[in-house]
């Protein structure tokens, strides 16, 4: 798209030329995707999942450069000593920390000039953000890929955090097309938070079999479970569970022998080994829309595009 058409008054306070953020996905999200993002015009972040540290991030920000943004788990940021301070030193211009009821880092973070953002799912959670002082709200409907509290779907929840929020409030869940890219921004979101439909591109952390496991799910194909946090003992407080691809550790009566359940040390093979048979494959309900790997480009053009020609022919 030459020339792009799709702004929000959020996205055009911060410079962007789409409404485009994407979400910081652990093990997906690295500098290159988050560099890619924003040189299309959208919010690029740099994840930092369970697995995050200093040193991850000191990597994967000698990838991005200064990136538009960090997003960290709030018990991986209590657990990396210094990671907070890492995250905040890189200068980014939005810091979001999620998955927790401790809002203490917030002022920490506005002190530093970054705007403070963090995910919710109903609205009580909005009420805490807001009055913790977040500066921008995700509504994270159910359908997301990855973690999140298992509440509500995105446009009932959007409908509640929209009452309720005197911030801007950033859709997330199950956008995969210019369709729903256009549903959200016609019901009042300031922009977008994209993970699925970005976490199969070019420039994603994702190995080639995470990859091609998600080109041949469709939107049936994902699952709400905690199993993989409980095997690997990860200590995700169990409100927020993970929505994945089903695989043979997901659905163990999916396999021929149906009587052995896959056990932590097969588990931790595959993931070594990246089988997505047993690994665990982050995915929301927008996974059908993932139809081939291609440059994240590509698909903000196509959302961007898409989303432009319904909203611009709903004004006809």
């Given amino acids: 798209m030459s020339e792009q058409t799709l702004s929000t008054q959020w996205s055009r306070s911060l410079g962007l030329r789409v409404p485009l953020v994407n979400a910081p996905m652990g093990g997906a999200a690295g500098g290159r995707l988050a560099a890619a993002v924003s040189a299309a015009g959208g919010l690029g972040m740099i994840g930092m999942g369970s697995a995050g540290s200093v040193a991850a991030l000191r990597r994967e920000l000698a990838v991005a450069g200064t990136p538009a943004g960090i997003g960290l788990v709030d018990w ?3 657990r990396e000593n210094g990671l907070l301070d890492a995250a905040i030193a890189a200068g980014p211009r939005m810091i979001s920390v999620s998955f927790g009821t401790d809002f203490s880092w917030v ?8 705007l403070a953002v963090t995910q919710v799912y109903d609205a009580p959670g909005a009420h805490r953000a807001q009055d913790a002082g977040i500066d921008v709200l995700v509504a994270r409907g159910s ?11 995105l446009l009932p929840l ?7 929020a005197t911030v801007p409030v950033l859709a997330a869940g199950g956008i995969g097309s210019g369709r729903t890219l256009a549903a959200v921004l016609a019901a009042g979101a300031a ?23 998600m080109l041949a799910a469709d939107s049936g194909s994902t699952t709400v479970t905690t199993a993989f946090d409980e095997a690997l003992d990860l200590p ?7 929505r994945v691809l089903r695989n043979e550790f997901t659905d163990p009566w999916s396999r021929p022998e ?8 097969r588990l931790r093979e595959a993931i070594a080994a990246d089988d997505p048979r047993l690994a665990p494959v982050d995915a929301g309900q927008g996974v059908g ?5 291609e440059p994240a480009a590509a698909v903000i053009d196509r959302l961007c595009v898409g989303a432009t020609e319904l909203l611009a022919a709903h004004h006809r």
Avoid at 258 to 265: G, L, M, Q, T
């Fill in 158 to 164: 959007l409908d509640v955090v929209l009452d309720i």
């Fill in 258 to 265: 149906v009587d052995e359940v896959p056990d932590p040390a």
């Fill in 107 to 114: 002022p920490r973070v506005r002190a530093a000039g970054i």
């Fill in 289 to 293: 829309s993932v139809t081939h790997i």
């Fill in 236 to 242: 995700w407080p169990p409100i927020y569970p993970a």
């Fill in 76 to 78: 991986v940021r209590t």
């Fill in 191 to 213: 922009g977008a938070w994209l993970g699925t439909c970005l976490a199969a591109t070019e420039e994603s952390l994702l190995p080639e079999s995470a990859r091609l496991a």
């Fill in 143 to 153: 359908e997301g890929g990855g973690h999140g509290a298992d509440r509500l779907a």
